[in-house]
């Protein structure tokens, strides 16, 4: 079984920071994407940020300029440091990856974390 693990959400201010972490364990063979959503009260589950294996970024328009999404894959964990925050972050964010869990024919899933709330204050 894979499990993925998010920590580093919580409550900040209007233009402060916060870095979001999550990290996957279990049966891991090889991890292909791994993304961080979010979903605030109302709304629809959004993809936020996006990496590749080789670590190529993607971002949704709303938070281009001040996230960044990495990832260590010696620690099979990825990482969204939030810049800039505003009250419209304020959301629990998830993250996903998709995870190979060994080799050969073995299957490729896809896996979410628990999430995390992160609240910015006006």
């Known amino acids: 079984q894979v499990q993925l693990v998010e920590s580093g959400g919580g409550l900040v201010q209007s233009g402060g920071s916060l870095r979001l972490s999550c990290a996957a364990s279990g049966s891991i063979f090889t991890i292909y994407a791994m993304n961080w959503y979010r979903q605030a009260p109302g709304k629809q589950r959004e993809l936020v940020a996006a990496i590749t294996s080789g670590g190529s970024p993607n971002y949704v328009d709303s938070v281009k300029g001040r996230f960044t999404i990495s990832r260590d894959n010696a620690k099979n964990t990825v990482y969204l440091q939030m810049n800039s925050l505003k009250p419209e972050d304020t959301a629990v964010y998830y993250c996903?990856?998709?995870?190979?869990?060994?080799?050969?024919?073995?299957?490729?899933?896809?896996?979410w974390g628990q999430g995390t709330q992160v609240t910015v204050s006006s």
């Open positions: 996903n990856a998709f995870i190979k869990s060994g080799p050969g024919s073995s299957p490729t899933n896809r896996y």
